[in-house]
Each structure stands twice: as structure tokens, then as C-alpha cells.
């Protein structure tokens, strides 16, 4: 860790981002809980209120996300998550290799691009293959009761959908780990958490730096 | 919504119930005071006398109930091909009727069939006093179904005597239905009170809300008849041949229907759980599967009263060392042993065993061979695991050791009851007394006899808890829950992939390894800069 090059603090998660991410991340880990528990890995809360909260998070989580995709359109934050291949060796070798040896961050973290090349890839997959996984069982599982009235007790088993929703689980929960591991891997330990946590990031001064320090965001 | 059911109900009870002007179980009062009639003046010295009155009004009465398995005791399933009815029929209990019927018969609904040459087609034969008493009337062992109207010796020359009733006084207070006219022959089927069914006993008769949510005596208070509604005598409602599954909404007043008024759903509906919209209709996809009975009964012989579970004929024939028959009894009285029947375990508030149901029952008869190095079954309750006309019921599952042919290899009738030189309970010997069975049935014997064990299942489908009470979700969805072993259905908690659970945990796991290796790196590698 450098600490002789001079940081600057920018405001890289707005309000209504942080709010997204923690009611996202309460609701996920409490599906996590709730939803092993369906599964009969342990027992705590009861299947039955078990199956209660798991239901009510996944609705809430739904409700969530309909406003967080409306908030991603109409401030173009979206392309946050444009994936790119620039630097994406570099990130993996540093977090392989330079981020033992004190090699300097190869992602420069700027308010128009918060995300490194490996987390636009990890969440793009998230997006695009973990969700469609857990949402699309999930929501056939939900509603189990109405197969017959759209035609699909012929086509699925209840055992297929149970069993694509655990693996769609497995892979959220090695996500969850990753994820919380890397958020150690700023600066400092905490420095990524205390950025979702504030909306205040601190990154190094560049040569480039743009110097623009945003305004207090609304 | 739970008036509603009651008037659903209600409206059932009165259509179906035909021109009898039958009180249902609102209790209203009947337009006749029978008290009132000449005909029923009396006095009458038998049965016969009596039901010769009633026919002076209700002149289709016996024709109607003699079309009825009630009164014949014989019944041709239609969905087996299988000759069935309590006349030819064995069970794991007392076995079987033939070469008993004086005994046995008290619970037949006439008079004097004490062998096979009972006139079944004599209209006052037909006992009407055994289901329309109102009380006191009484039908003892050893009379072939006659009540007893001059005090008689019984068994004769035992010094016992049997007191008689006054059939005048009986006939004029007659009504409808009564939970107690059922259940005076079917609590006590097995010889004694709840021993057969495990989820009928006397208990119903006074039934708590814990006990019966139909029945219950401050509450709905239901006859038999509210669900097991007639039509010109015919009974709705059979175990021999039973509704398994009855995938409609609730019936109508005044609809046209084959259905059996007797199933839940002919007032509920197969549909009736009203649920959150977060719920989405979960537990109205178990009706797809399961039985109401399998949620709603979480265990039988719930009432005090205790049924059987097992009973070994084996072991009957124990006498004293002054050569006397003796009882054993456990703890809450009980008898676990008795030198004239064997010996026997009873439960109380019992789990039901789960199966796989459609309806289809059928019985391993006289003629069928046996297997006897196995458990014999004494009836099959038939159904595919996962069909769509099949669901998972609770039964009841009785174990029975009973007397068979070691030669020909099949099931035999004792005769056990009447008194006389063949019969089991007068002289203990089991030759002469399956010979004298045989003859009866007209079944074949070898001489030859050893003892076997059996098995016979009862539908579990009295005795319905308040949903409170309803059996929990977790005590199925979990490993070794109520539906271990059952096949043909996803059970979430109880079912799942081992690989994938096994793939997913590893991968956990390595995810948890790695980051921890990751910075375990990161630390030594900051502590070596530091130095």
C-alpha cells in the first residue's frame, strides 16, 4: 500500500445506489438462510416461516430491482456495466500476483467508471447468467400451484426447477464470499466498504486527474 | 365463510336425504310423534312384530335398505371384479363371520341370520330399530341379531342371563340417524370399542372440537348422516371402495351429481384454503397430491379410547393352572392378552402410515393363495405413486398372526364364538374349530394349520382436527419426516440431488479456502514489507 501518493475523495455511490446495495444484500443473504433451510441442509426458523420469509424476500427483492432498473436507465448509470477487456489481464495478474508484492492498482477508479474490468465481467455473468438461473426457477417454483392452468405441468418437474434454483444458490452464495473477500481489497481493508457505506471513495491522484471534483450529488 | 359451508352442507344433507324428512344436523324436530301412533301401541315380542308396524307407514322401507349392502352383506366391487361384503370377507381381527353368525350378526341390520339359510328376502326381517333408536335398544352376542324381549340364558346352562327391552317403548321414540345408532356396530367392529377403525370409537359420540371439528358436540355437531347422506336407504360413503380423489369444486344445492356426498370436497371443495397472495396458492397445489385427511388427521384414536394395532391368534389358548381362560391387562386396563382371542397392542393417538391411494381396494379372499413367508396382506390399497387419480393418504396399518392352511396355503375361518363342541372360545382347539370354519365357508381345509402374519390397512378419515392442528409443514418437508419413502413427489426439505449438493458445498468451500489463502498471502507478504 502506497502511502505516499496523494488521494483524492470522490463521490462514487450515490444515495439511492448505496440504498440499493444493502437492501440487496440483506435480502440475498436472508434467501441464502432461508432458502438452505427449504432445502433441508439445516434447521432453524421452521420450513414454514422459512418459506414465508424466503417468499416475501424474493417479492421484495423484485420490487427493489424495479425501481433500481428504472434508477439505471434514467441516470444512464447502466453503462457501468458495460463489459470491457482493457486491463482485465492486468487486474487478474494484480490480484494473482501484484497485490502481494505492493504493485500499484492497475484500475484508476473515476465517478464515470466505479467498477474494474474483472467486477464489470463478475457482475455482467451475475446479471446476465445467475439471476436468469435463480429468478427464472425461482418464480416457476413460486408458483407451482398455476403449472396446470399455463401448460407447464407436461414440460417441467418440480425436482428440475428445485434442483436449477439450488445450483442458481450455490453459485450466489460463491459469489457472496468472493465478493465480500474483495471489498478487503482496497487501500485500506475497509475502504471499499466504507465507500458503499458513505458514498465516498478515496482514490490516487493522477497525473490526468481530470481535477473536476464533483459537487455534492443530490 | 364457515357459514357458508354449513349451509352447503346442510343443503346436501336435505337433498339427499330424499323423502324420509330426515332431521339433519341442525337437530330441527320431526312432523311425527311416533309416540302418538296406534301402530306402535305395542306391546311386540320380537323384531319382526315391530318392523311389520313400521311398514304400515314406510312401505318401501325394507324393499329400499334391502337393495343395500347394510342388509346383504355382499357386494360385487365393480372396480375389482372382486366378490366382497362382511359375509365372505376375512380381516385380521376376528377373522371372519361364517360359522359365527349368531354372534357376529348382532350387528347386521335384521333378524335371526344365524347360518346361511336366512331368508333375505323376508321384509320384516329387516331390523329398522338398529339405526333408528333412539336409545336403550340393544342387540346382544349369541341372538343372530334378535333383541331380547323374555330374559334368556346366555351362553345357555353358564347361569348368565340377558335382561330383556320393551320394543313398544323403543319403536315409538324412533328418529333419524344418530351418531351412536352407526356407531353401535361400527365403533365396536373387532369386538370392542374403536378396535377396528382407529379413527371411529364411542369417543365421537360426545365429541370436543379437538377431536372432530364436524362432530364436535358444542360446535357443528354433525350426525354420521350430514356427510354420510342416503338416498332410499343407500349409505353414501365405503371403504371397500372408496373416493381417493375428487378433484372438483364443492357441490351445489340441487346439482345433478354421481359424486360422493360422503369426501370433503363435496362441500369443500378440492380447492378450500384461502391464502395470502404471497402464498400463491401453495396449499391448494397439496390437493393435487395429497388427501385432506393426510393434513387434517395428524393421528387417530385421539378420543381416550384406545383401537388395536396388532393382534396374535397365536398365542390365544393359554389357560390357567386350573385350566381356566384368563385375561392380561397393562397399566391403563387394557387387555393384552386373553386366552380366547391371543394377544393383542393397542395405540393411542397414533401417527398414521402414508401410501399411495386411488381407491382401489382389493382382498386376499378364502380361495387366494398366500404367500406365508411373507406378510400377508390382507387388503391392497391400490394406487400409482405421482397418478393423477391417486393421492397420499393416512391409514392405519393393523398387524395380525391368524390361522391358514399350511397345504393349500390359504386363509382360514375360525369358528370361534357360538357356542358348542367346535367352537374356539368353549374348547380351545384350534382343529376342530377351523374345521368347522371351513365347512361353513365352503372353502377347502387340509387338516393342516399354522399361524401367520397379516397385515390390513384402514383409510384414515374421521376424527379431523381443528387446522391449527393440522399436521405442520416441517413434519414432511424434512429428512424422516411423515412422508419418508413415499415416492412419485418432489418433497422439498426431504428431496434433493446429493451431486449437486456435494458439487455445491466443494465449491463453497474452495471459494471459502481460496480468499482465505488470498489473504493469509496478503498478510505475510505486508508483515515481510513492513519488517
Not at chain 2, 276 to 303: K, M, S, V, W, Y
Request: one cysteine or more; charged letters at 20%.
Amino acid at each position: 500500500m502506497s502511502h505516499t501518493t496523494p488521494m483524492t475523495r470522490i463521490y462514487v455511490f450515490k444515495r439511492y445506489e448505496r440504498f440499493w446495495h444493502w437492501s440487496q444484500a440483506v435480502l440475498v443473504i436472508l434467501m441464502l438462510v432461508t432458502g438452505f433451510e427449504i432445502h433441508g441442509s439445516y434447521h432453524s426458523l421452521g420450513f414454514e416461516r422459512a418459506v414465508r420469509l424466503h417468499t416475501l424476500s424474493a417479492w421484495t427483492l423484485l420490487a427493489l430491482w424495479a425501481f433500481t432498473i428504472f434508477w439505471q436507465f434514467t441516470t444512464g448509470e447502466w453503462r457501468q456495466y458495460i463489459p470491457t477487456a482493457s486491463k482485465l489481464v492486468a487486474m487478474a495478474r494484480y490480484y494473482m500476483f501484484g497485490i502481494f508484492t505492493g504493485a500499484p492498482h492497475p484500475y484508476h477508479k473515476t465517478v464515470q467508471k466505479k467498477h474494474n474490468p474483472l467486477q464489470r465481467l463478475a457482475y455482467l455473468v451475475l446479471l446476465a447468467l445467475v439471476s436468469p438461473v435463480i429468478w427464472g426457477s425461482g418464480l416457476l417454483y413460486l408458483f407451482y400451484a398455476y403449472w396446470g392452468r399455463l401448460g407447464l405441468d407436461g414440460w417441467l418437474s418440480l425436482e428440475q426447477v428445485a434442483t436449477v434454483h439450488t445450483a442458481g444458490a450455490f453459485m450466489m452464495l460463491v459469489f457472496v464470499i468472493a465478493h465480500v473477500y474483495l471489498t478487503t481489497t482496497g487501500h485500506t481493508v475497509f475502504a471499499h466498504i466504507k465507500a458503499m457505506i458513505t458514498g465516498w471513495d478515496e482514490v490516487e491522484d493522477e497525473i490526468d486527474h481530470t481535477g473536476t471534483a464533483p459537487a455534492k450529488p443530490r | 365463510m364457515r357459514h357458508r359451508a354449513i349451509h352447503a352442507l346442510f343443503a346436501l344433507a336435505v337433498l339427499m336425504a330424499g323423502t324420509a324428512g330426515a332431521v339433519g344436523a341442525s337437530g330441527k324436530a320431526s312432523t311425527a310423534d311416533h309416540s302418538k301412533f296406534e301402530e306402535l301401541a305395542g306391546p311386540f315380542d320380537s323384531g319382526p312384530a315391530v318392523t311389520r308396524a313400521c311398514l304400515k307407514c314406510h312401505t318401501e322401507a325394507s324393499h329400499q335398505i334391502m337393495q343395500t349392502r347394510h342388509w346383504t352383506w355382499d357386494y360385487a366391487n365393480p372396480a375389482t371384479g372382486q366378490r366382497l361384503g362382511k359375509k365372505t370377507m376375512v380381516n385380521a381381527f376376528c377373522i371372519g363371520d361364517q360359522s359365527n353368525e349368531p354372534f357376529c350378526q348382532s350387528c347386521h341390520i335384521g333378524y335371526g341370520w344365524k347360518d346361511k339359510h336366512f331368508d333375505f328376502s323376508d321384509a320384516s326381517r329387516v331390523d329398522c330399530l338398529a339405526c333408528h333408536n333412539t336409545g336403550e335398544y340393544t342387540k346382544p352376542f349369541g341372538f343372530a341379531g334378535n333383541p331380547v324381549t323374555v330374559r334368556s340364558e346366555y351362553p345357555p346352562g353358564s347361569g348368565k342371563f340377558v335382561e330383556p327391552i320393551d320394543l313398544a317403548k323403543i319403536a315409538q321414540a324412533v328418529g333419524p340417524t344418530r351418531r351412536d345408532n352407526c356407531g353401535a356396530c361400527h365403533y365396536y367392529g373387532g369386538g370392542g370399542d374403536g378396535v377396528k377403525h382407529g379413527d371411529l370409537d364411542s369417543s365421537l359420540n360426545t365429541a370436543t372440537h379437538a377431536l372432530d371439528v364436524h362432530m364436535d358436540k358444542d360446535g357443528l355437531n354433525f350426525r354420521c348422516s350430514t356427510c354420510h347422506v342416503s338416498d332410499q336407504h343407500a349409505v353414501a360413503g365405503s371403504r371397500i371402495a372408496m373416493t381417493a380423489a375428487d378433484p372438483h369444486p364443492a357441490l351445489l344445492r340441487g346439482e345433478k351429481s354421481e359424486r360422493n356426498p360422503a369426501a370433503c370436497q363435496a362441500c369443500h371443495g378440492d380447492k378450500p384454503h384461502k391464502e395470502g397472495l404471497l402464498a400463491a396458492e401453495r396449499l391448494n397445489a397439496h390437493t393435487d397430491t395429497l388427501a385432506c385427511q393426510t393434513c387434517h388427521i395428524p393421528a387417530f384414536a385421539r378420543g381416550g379410547v384406545s383401537t388395536k394395532m396388532a393382534w396374535d391368534w397365536s398365542q390365544a389358548g393359554q389357560l390357567s393352572a386350573e385350566g381356566k381362560p384368563f385375561q392380561k391387562k397393562d397399566d391403563h386396563g387394557h387387555v393384552i392378552y386373553d386366552s380366547k382371542k391371543g394377544a393383542f397392542v393397542h395405540g393411542q393417538n397414533v401417527t398414521p402410515a402414508y401410501q399411495w391411494f386411488d381407491g382401489r381396494v382389493t382382498y386376499t379372499l378364502l380361495n387366494d393363495t398366500i404367500d406365508p413367508t411373507t406378510r400377508v396382506p390382507i387388503n391392497v390399497f391400490h394406487g400409482e405413486p405421482g397418478a393423477p387419480n391417486a393421492r397420499i393418504w393416512p391409514v392405519k396399518v393393523f398387524h395380525g398372526r391368524q390361522p391358514y392352511d399350511t397345504e393349500r396355503k390359504t386363509l382360514l375361518v375360525p369358528n370361534v364364538a357360538v357356542p358348542g363342541d367346535t367352537s374356539f372360545w368353549y374348547n380351545f382347539d384350534w382343529s376342530r374349530a377351523l374345521a368347522a370354519g371351513a365347512e361353513a365357508t365352503g372353502a377347502p381345509f387340509s387338516g393342516k394349520y399354522d399361524f401367520v402374519d397379516t397385515q390390513m390397512l384402514w383409510p384414515i378419515t374421521h376424527m379431523v382436527a381443528p387446522k391449527e392442528k393440522a399436521v405442520a409443514c416441517h413434519e414432511c418437508h424434512a429428512d424422516g419426516g411423515r412422508l419418508a419413502g413415499i415416492e412419485g413427489v418432489y418433497l422439498p426439505g426431504r428431496d434433493r440431488s446429493p451431486w449437486l449438493d456435494r458439487l455445491g458445498w466443494l465449491a463453497a468451500l474452495a471459494a471459502l479456502l481460496g480468499v482465505s489463502l488470498h489473504a493469509i498471502a496478503r498478510i505475510l507478504t505486508h508483515l515481510r514489507k513492513e519488517d
